[in-house]
Nanobody
Framework: QVTLVESGGGLVQAGGSLRVSCVVSGRTLSRFAMGWFRRVPGQEREFVAGISRTGQTTYYGDSVKGRFTVSKDNDKNTVYLQMDSLKPEDTGVYYC?????????????????WGQGTQVTVSS
């Protein structure tokens, strides 16, 4: 059974930083690309960042480029999302997801396992 568990969300002021983590169980992380998505009530899930199986390729959504950094530690089966220069519009529930594709995918339907999400709130 595959499980993904996010942690590290919280409340932070605008301009601050936060790092969220995703621990993957039941799946060898080096064989899967990973993605981070976020959801705001009433809106569709938005692709935030993704990383390839090896960690050598990363993709970012336009709204977070230059501010967020995705990384993975295959030995720890953990994926990270470092979020800097946070803005109120970054507020949402952040989900990690796993895909058997080699490279990260921006479409959520290409992922077959999801975490439960962690809330990130950025105050102005």
């Amino acid at each position: 059974q595959v499980t993904l568990v996010e942690s590290g969300g919280g409340l932070v002021q605008a301009g601050g930083s936060l790092r969220v983590s995703c621990v993957v169980s039941g799946r060898t992380l080096s064989r899967f690309a990973m993605g981070w998505f976020r959801r705001v009530p009433g809106q569709e899930r938005e692709f935030v960042a993704g990383i390839s199986r090896t960690g050598q390729t990363t993709y970012y959504g336009d709204s977070v480029k230059g501010r967020f950094t995705v990384s993975k530690d295959n030995d720890k089966n953990t994926v990270y999302l470092q979020m800097d220069s946070l803005k109120p519009e970054d507020t949402g529930v952040y989900y990690c997801a796993s895909t058997s594709y080699y490279t990260p995918q921006t479409a959520p339907e290409n992922y077959d396992a999801w975490g439960q999400g962690t809330q990130v709130t950025v105050s102005s």
